[in-house]
């Protein structure tokens, strides 16, 4: 069966814009947040604590957070994750007062060294420390895992690598394990077999999220059979923005529009007002200067 219920992991203002060539000034990225927030989105990513020069599209991170860290008084249940990759990342966000934080890891050695400098192993490291000290701060912590189902310079992701990654994760107390598919070259099939592959491992559906980027369509369709198999957390991206900087051949995240207009079609709530979001999406698209990917934004909005 179905959720009755999906919570949006909502990632345009941190998957999004990291990989966008538009720089946005910061009042239009606080605007952004407030307006997905309005549009009842309640888990946004606000944007990220990593070396400013690796993503220089974030940079102004400290600047932003502080602008948006009071809409949770505004909109209760409002989460504002930001991703932090190490201790230095921690403080930044600590000291800004963030009450939600994502570690990110990669199923693959290629991709570990690209995005993080490091092995798979002395990242898992490098992590631990950021992992423990969030949890005694009361922080939660997200694990991401990228290439779960294919990477760019090593070919197919076997379940087995990216599940033993992910339990590692997880061990270390992230409280939920975010599988993407950061090329989007992942098809159903794989969905369930990864899927599978975690529950036979005793990592069940309830502890995992799906990050689909829809570089080849087929984000949807991955994120329905995730749904079947009982997922019922998904991450997208407002209009379709975005990509990862690291990995060549990455476009944007699933559209949050294309995701909502499926989800009603299928009765399951989310509480996500579409024509709200579509609206924002096509105002952000005049920001960035060209129309947004996202087939439900143009269909919606006349883009
Ligand atoms: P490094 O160069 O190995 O860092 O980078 P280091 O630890 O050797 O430190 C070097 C210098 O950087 C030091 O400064 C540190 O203080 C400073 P110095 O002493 O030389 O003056 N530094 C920092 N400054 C500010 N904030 C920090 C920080 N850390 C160190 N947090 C590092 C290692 C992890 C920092 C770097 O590789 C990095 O920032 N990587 C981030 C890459 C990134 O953000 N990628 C995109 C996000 S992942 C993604 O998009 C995938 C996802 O969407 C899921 C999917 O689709 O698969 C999540
Ligand atoms: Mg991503």
Redesign the pocket.
């Known amino acids: 069966g179905l959720p009755a219920r999906v919570r949006i992991h909502e990632?345009g203002p941190r998957?999004g814009l990291?990989n966008e060539s538009t720089a946005l000034p910061v009042d239009v990225k606080a605007e952004f947040i407030a307006r997905l927030a309005a549009a009842g989105l309640r888990t946004v990513e606000a944007t990220?604590?990593?070396?400013?020069k690796?993503?220089p599209q974030l940079a102004d991170a400290e600047e932003l957070f502080p602008r948006v860290s009071g809409l949770p008084a505004e909109y209760p249940g409002l989460r504002l994750p930001v991703?932090?990759?190490?201790e230095?990342?921690l403080d930044?966000a600590l000291t800004l007062g963030a009450k939600d934080i994502a570690v990110?890891a990669s199923a693959t050695e290629t991709f570990a060294q690209r995005?993080?400098?490091?092995s798979v192993a002395q990242s898992l490291e490098m992590f631990a420390p950021v992992v423990e000290r969030a949890t005694a701060a009361g922080v939660a912590v997200r694990g991401?895992l990228?290439?779960c189902f294919g990477d760019p310079w090593e070919g197919p992701v076997a379940p087995d690598q990216v599940v033993a990654v992910g339990r590692e994760l997880l061990a270390f107390g992230c409280t939920e394990l975010?599988l993407?598919d950061?090329i989007g070259t992942g098809t159903p099939g794989q969905v369930e077999a990864l899927l599978a592959a975690f529950s036979a491992a005793g990592v069940g559906p309830e502890r995992l999220a799906v990050?689909f980027?829809d570089t080849y369509g087929q984000a949807l369709a991955n994120t329905l059979t995730a749904l079947r198999c009982g997922v019922s957390v998904v991450d997208s991206s407002a209009g379709g923005l975005g990509g990862?900087?690291?990995a060549k051949s990455?476009t944007g995240n699933l559209a949050t529009e294309d995701l909502v207009w499926m989800l009603n079609g299928l009765g399951i709530e989310t509480g996500v007002d579409l024509a709200a979001l579509a609206s924002t999406s096509a105002w952000l698209a005049g920001h960035m200067g060209r129309p947004s990917p996202s087939r439900a934004v143009r269909a919606l909005t006349g883009a």
């Open positions: 990632v998957d990291q990220s604590f990593v070396h400013p690796w993503v991703l932090v990759p190490n230095r990342g930044r990110f995005n993080l400098n490091r991401y990228s290439m975010s993407g950061t990050h980027h990862c900087p690291y990455a």
